[in-house]
Structure formats: C-alpha cells, structure tokens
C-alpha cells in the first residue's frame, strides 16, 4: 500500500476534497479486511473544483515523493467560449466584460505561436497564491482589489480541438496545451481572447497528464470506493516507482541500502544527478550524486 491511485477527478470536487475521499475508501477497506494500520494519503498538484482528470494520489511513503509532482509539467484540454470574461475566468463566475466580436478559426491558430514558449500571465485574482498571508480568493471575494505579480511559465505546445462556429466565426474553441508548473489555464484562457481583440472564459477543463500519469491510469472515485468494499485498493494502484519513471535507477547492495537508511554518504564510482538506489526490487532512497559521493535526499521506509 506504498504508490499511487490515479483519481479521475470529478467536477465539483475540490483538491482536497478528493483527497478525503480516498481516505475514506482506505477507511472502508480497513474495516472490510480487518486491519488496524493507517496510511497517509496526499495529492500531486492542485485541481479547481471546475476541472475534471489526473490527480495523483499518493499512498503511505509515495507521499514523499508529492512534492515531485507539483514540480512536473501538466497537458490540459480546457475551451475557451468568446464573448464575455467572468471575475473568476471561468463558467462560476459572474460577467465583468463583454463583447460581439468573434476570432475566425485562422485567426486562433495564428495566435497560438505567441503563446507558444517562455511567456508572462497574472494569475486569477480567483486563485489560492498567498497575498500578505491571505488566499487570493479570500480577498478578491470580499470585494477587495487584489493585484497579481506577473509569473513566467512556459507553454510546451498549443493546439486545436473541437470548434463551435457561428457564421464562419468561432463562438468557442477547445485546445490542448502541455506547459510547465505554476501556469494557470484560466489565465491562458483570458489572454488569449483579449490578443484576439475580444474576451472569453474557460467552460470546460480536464487534465489529461501530470508528469508520468496518464488519464489511461485513471480510475473515478465510484470504481475506487468499489474496490475498497472488495478489499482490493491495492490492485487499483501503480507502484511509488512510477513516479520516478524519468529517473535512472542506482542498484545498491543490502550494505550500501543500510548505510543509506541511516542517512550515511556512500562513496564509489562517480555519478551525477538525480537516482533512485534500489536493493534488488524495493526502492531505498531518491539520491543526489556528485561525484563519488551519493547523498540521501528522500529515504523510503520499505
């Protein structure tokens, strides 16, 4: 019970809420089975109540590894409708701007190569970024004016989907994007509409991939709680290996993996970067080479 559960977010739920969730399912297989022991349960990167997809779950000691998934780049499908911006840039939010004009779909492809790369957006004022210790949300709720600092973010790829026309001209567009951590898609949203010379706002969003976590992997909150009552959580999971799928692996000796557990710094063969030490087939550490010395910067309890 060390991995991940791959959760199929539904809209409406939030992050945490999810989280909850899958603590309840190990809560019903732990009665089912009998068992007394307890798991920590975390997410690998924030979901809005609005999207839907691949929200990493991690499971006992795969929770050290969560804050490896906010690192991670993410790939979206989100659709962008024309003609009015909403406070919060998506469908929950009230109107704060309108227009008539209408991109042509030439015109969004255009577009795309300017948002394609390194670039600068101002997050949501609708957002959880800390302001003088407050939730953004918090503030821009109570009416308040909150002003977000420009952040840069990169956009690997852009491209498009499905569109709705009318009269030759779009009234909303769905694109594909595969950028890095930190970037908002609501944001994204809004600039692009205004680049186009009008306004718009998110109504459909779903992550599709979170670093080396495919929707293929995913499984719906109602598939989960059906396993917990059958006892078999476990068959529903990856290993805590697969999130270090983009690592190489380091093969340590049963004296080198308990020289590691107890902290210690292993001097050998020179290396560099990033490894995971494994002992046969049990993950031991994320380790940090450098040079002969191989340093523990994430040790398992497996």
Not at 42 to 58: C, F, K, M, Q, S
Not at 195 to 209: Q, S
Not at 229 to 241: F, Y
Not at 259 to 264: D, N, P, S, V
Request: hydrophobic share 45%; charged share 20%.
């Amino acid at each position: 019970m060390h991995g991940w559960i791959i959760l199929d977010k539904p809209h409406g739920l939030g992050s945490t809420q999810a989280v909850s969730a899958v603590k309840r399912a190990l809560r019903i297989q732990r009665e089912v089975l009998g068992g007394t022991e307890k798991w920590k349960v975390g997410h690998g990167g924030t979901l809005d109540p609005l999207a839907t997809g691949v929200l990493p779950i991690a499971i006992g000691e795969a929770t050290k590894l969560a804050g490896r998934m906010l690192e991670s780049d993410k790939i979206y499908d989100f659709t962008i409708r024309f003609g009015v911006q909403t406070d919060t840039l998506d469908l929950e939010g009230k109107a704060i701007a309108q227009s008539d004009h209408r991109p042509t779909p030439g015109q969004v492809e255009a577009i795309l190569l300017r948002f394609t790369g390194p670039i600068e957006q101002a997050p949501p004022a609708y957002s959880a970024i800390l302001i003088d210790g407050q939730r953004a949300y918090d503030l821009a709720r109570k009416g308040e004016e909150v002003e977000m600092k420009l952040r840069s973010v990169t956009i690997h790829a852009l491209t498009i989907g499905a569109q709705e026309q009318e009269g030759g001209a779009l009234a909303s567009v769905t694109l594909t994007a595969h950028v890095s951590k930190g970037t908002y898609i609501r944001s994204l949203a809004r600039d692009i509409a205004l680049a186009l010379g009008t306004v718009g706002h998110v109504t459909m969003l779903r992550r599709i991939k979170a670093g080396p976590f495919a929707l293929e992997a995913a499984i719906s909150l109602d598939k989960l709680d059906e396993a917990a009552r059958g006892g078999g959580i476990a068959q529903c999971m990856l290993p805590l290996t697969a999130g270090l799928d983009d690592i190489p692996a380091l093969a340590v000796s049963p004296d080198e993996a308990l020289a590691l557990r107890q902290g210690k710094v292993l001097v050998g063969k020179p290396h560099t970067g990033l490894m995971l030490a494994m002992a046969g087939d049990t993950p031991v550490a994320l380790v940090e080479a450098s040079g002969p010395e191989i340093r523990v910067v994430r040790g398992f309890n497996l």
